[in-house]
């Protein structure tokens, strides 16, 4: 065992730590904004939604796609979805999204990235360098 205080340990570990671990800055996600067209549910803030986040667009396509249990594409800067989906349920499954693949489990941050490994997706959080396993999409 180590003679040093456990005092100057502490003191030690806390400075190897990177500066995001101590700001109180909360990340403040963007809302999203949809409209119903016809039979067309239409998120008009798509790409806000994407790079604030900083995840690749296909991926939250596909998890809302598949949370929606319908198809859709994206065309410029928003995207658009079969079905009438009222607003409220699009603001609950990209809320969903945060938690699942934004959100590190370990420290609640979003500091984090989606780390593809031997075809094994896993989330590396950039505050307190936890790895964790994420579900497939």
Request: hydrophobic fraction near 35%; include cysteine; proline fraction near 6%.
């Amino acid at each position: 065992m180590s003679e040093q205080p456990y005092d100057e340990m502490l003191k030690r570990a806390r400075e190897q730590l990177p500066e995001k671990v101590f700001e109180d800055i909360r990340f403040e996600p963007p809302t999203p904004q949809s409209n119903i067209e016809g039979n067309r549910t239409i998120i008009v803030n798509w790409n806000e939604l994407v790079s604030r986040i900083e995840r690749e667009s296909p991926h939250l396509l596909k998890f809302v796609s598949n949370e929606l249990g319908t198809s859709g594409h994206v065309d410029g800067l928003r995207a658009i979805f079969q079905g009438k989906h009222r607003n409220t349920t699009v603001i609950q499954l990209y809320k969903k999204y945060l938690d699942y693949f934004v959100y590190c489990p370990e420290c609640l941050k979003p500091d984090t990235k989606l780390v593809t490994t031997d075809r094994v997706v896993r989330m590396r959080c950039g505050a307190c360098g936890a790895m964790s396993a994420v579900r497939s999409v």
